[in-house]
């Protein structure tokens, strides 16, 4: 089984004054699917400004003792709510690229490679609750629950899809094995087949 790290979503309560990282069991289930061992990467192994001296940065450590064959940036929480999930993201997709592995982006995870790439995003609408046809390489019903969108496609991707507001909707890295959806294939009823196969294939699972 192929051990894949797997972003987290803040969830804040101030009631209990804590904050706490948080995955999808559905995610989970779906990386299972095709047979990849889910990892949840902590939002609380690098550095902030914030930290003390005696704080250390040990995402490095983590990923050379997890050693993982490749990458989900998963969904939830807006770019720019909560620093160190951002950073994290970005320091991930840094070790991707430098290791060629590949990485699957998940709605705020495909907001996340355009950012990295250096593509800026924009509210959109009529994208939250909803679903849409995507016309293009992927082609299909999807969900969606983003209300952010791209503002062009990144430097360095291709569109794959795009709905029927000409959103783009998904991207692949022209030279890494990169994609990014932004539908959840977690939250369906059933996995469709169209998703379990790409993450096959990316994968090679």
Not at 10 to 23: F, G, I, M, N, S
Not at 51 to 57: M, S
Request: glycine fraction near 8%; include cysteine.
């Amino acid at each position: 089984m192929k051990v894949v790290i797997v972003t987290q979503r803040v969830d804040a309560l101030p009631e209990r004054d804590e904050q706490r990282d948080a995955l999808d069991q559905r995610l989970v289930k779906f990386l299972r699917c095709v047979g990849l061992l889910a990892v949840p990467v902590p939002n609380s192994l690098c550095r902030s400004v914030e930290d003390g001296p005696a704080d250390r940065d040990v995402l490095d450590q983590w990923l050379t003792f997890v050693k993982p064959t490749g990458l989900v940036l998963s969904g939830g929480n807006d770019i720019g709510v909560y620093e160190e999930r951002d950073r994290t993201e970005h320091r991930l997709l840094d070790y991707a690229q430098s290791l060629l592995l590949p990485a699957l982006g998940i709605c705020r995870g495909m907001q996340m490679m355009s950012v990295w790439a250096g593509s800026p995003l924009r509210k959109v609408a009529g994208h939250v609750r909803t679903r849409h046809q995507l016309t293009g390489t992927i082609a299909g019903d999807v969900n969606s629950y983003h209300d952010c969108g791209l503002v062009d496609c990144p430097r360095g991707f291709s569109v794959l899809a795009r709905s029927e507001d000409e959103e783009i909707e998904a991207i692949c890295h022209d030279a890494l094995p990169w994609e990014g959806w932004m539908w959840h294939p977690e939250r369906e009823e059933y996995f469709a087949s169209r998703d379990v196969d790409r993450l096959r294939a990316l994968f090679a699972a």
